[in-house]
């Protein structure tokens, strides 16, 4: 039999002293104190961690896994817990992720940590408030709750948006109490930070918006951001140092929010998209838009989708192909030649008369043979209350093969909300999940790895 094997890597806040915690230039990182240097931030572990050999579980279905903590370096003083999608991998093959969390004088932050795979190595790298203070670019009672974009790769660095609010998709009256998004890069070789807005007016990216997706286009040095909730373009030149453009992006609408993700193509083309997330609502449909960097175009594609907003997507190594995941569980491919999309239908098996109303995860198998994600919310008419095994509630792997179209149920995992930022290596996937049956929005972050045999 083949065996899947899936790993928890678990950051678990600890609320007093721990043996162990990376250590940084000045103590108490999290009272308020700048940590780093001006502008270039130095991180000085107190040296690498190195995470004991997993313990294995074996589940239903024949698939392993194991859960490794990180409570030994995670920052005192700050309740971790949530990630959407804020995770990354550099060219060494280490994963990056950040975690939502509410420092102890009741601001929230968002730290990011980094783990290796291969050796077990794990460290804590900074928090953005304490980025953003260090450089001199935040103001009484700031706070910074979202990382919600990938964290990109480029150059020897790490890139990362921000949003100083949770999510807006309703009135917009409180904008302008936000102050604003910054882009944050870390350098992996010399273990530094850079808040990359603290040089432009107001140190902010955007002004009272944040940016809640990350896109790059390598050929033109561009980052390529998505303001929230106005769905503006941001266009940051990552060698200069410069914001380039903010472009106008499709109309705001009340009760219509703008998609998690953003695509790109060699071509400069930048697609963006809006949908929905109430589940009475998923059944709407609404059309991509399309911006061309030369010609500074913005136009509606005219094709249609439904089943909520984008939030996920992967991407082959080639580039030919990009897989769009809705919030609502639909499923899109993108070619990357001829930029046109594919409906490829929706994420349960026919059989299976139940409606997602949630799904966050999404990540090609390491052969890029089949699809795999997770379902985080299922609603089932004959299931008010979850279960022991979880079933009808949430954590249900599928997998879809990408010849056949087939789509399979996988293993139930533990319930709780599981997101992805298309991480993979040649045997593994990555994705975050946290919360759980007592609450399933929050709390109990991880670092989420599925180990997937190749086909024959």
């Not at 050796?119 to 706070?143: P, R």
């Not at 974009?149 to 949003?163: I, V």
């Amino acid at each position: 039999m083949k065996t899947i094997k899936i790993i928890f890597l678990t950051v678990v806040l600890l609320l007093v002293p721990a043996c162990g915690h990376a250590s940084i230039t000045t103590p108490a990182p999290l009272e308020g104190t700048p940590i780093f240097g001006p502008i270039t931030l130095a991180v000085t572990p107190a040296g690498p961690h190195i995470a004991p050999t997993p313990t294995w579980s074996v589940g239903d279905q024949g698939i392993e896994w194991a859960q490794i903590s990180f409570a030994d370096i995670a920052p005192r003083g700050i309740d971790l817990q949530q990630c959407w999608n804020g995770m990354g991998v550099d060219d060494q093959g280490r994963i990056y992720i950040g975690f939502t969390g509410v420092r102890v004088d009741g601001r929230e932050d968002f730290a990011v940590f980094r783990y290796y795979p291969k050796s077990g190595e794990k460290v804590f790298l900074g928090t953005f408030l304490d980025i953003a203070s260090a450089a001199g670019n935040a103001q009484a009672g700031e706070g910074i709750p979202k990382g919600h974009t990938r964290m990109m790769f480029a150059d020897g660095k790490m890139y990362m948006g921000s949003q100083s609010f949770h999510d807006l998709k309703w009135g917009i009256d409180a904008l302008p109490f936000y102050r604003g998004s910054h882009i944050f890069a870390f350098d992996t070789l010399a273990g530094t930070w850079q808040d990359l807005s603290a040089t432009l007016p107001e140190g902010v990216v955007t002004k009272h918006e944040g940016i809640v997706a990350l896109n790059i286009l390598p050929a033109e040095h561009l980052l390529v951001g998505l303001a929230h909730p106005s769905s503006d373009i941001v266009l940051y030149n990552y060698q200069t140092n410069q914001l380039v453009t903010v472009v106008p992006g499709i109309p705001w609408k009340y009760g219509n929010p703008l998609s998690r993700e953003v695509i790109v193509a060699a071509s400069g083309n930048i697609f963006t998209y809006r949908g929905t997330e109430d589940f009475k609502d998923l059944d709407e449909i609404f059309t991509p838009w399309v911006y061309n960097i030369q010609s500074g175009e913005m136009k509606d594609t005219g094709f249609e989708m439904t089943h909520g907003f984008w939030i996920g997507q992967t991407e082959k190594r080639d580039g030919s192909k990009i897989y769009i995941n809705t919030t609502g569980g639909h499923l899109y491919e993108f070619d990357a030649t001829s930029e046109t999309f594919r409906d490829l239908g929706y994420e349960l098996p026919t059989t299976d008369d139940r409606e997602i109303s949630n799904t966050y995860a999404i990540t090609l198998s390491p052969d890029e043979t089949k699809l795999y994600y997770v379902v985080s919310v299922i609603q089932n008419p004959g299931l008010t209350e979850w279960d022991g095994s979880g079933r009808g509630g949430s954590g249900e792997l599928y997998s879809y093969d990408l010849t056949t179209g087939q789509i399979g149920f996988v293993q139930q995992l533990p319930p709780g909300i599981y997101t992805s930022a298309d991480l993979r290596d040649n045997e593994n996937i990555y994705f975050a999940h946290f919360g759980g049956y007592s609450n399933l929005w929050s709390g109990d972050v991880r670092l989420f790895i599925l180990h997937v045999p190749p086909n024959p």
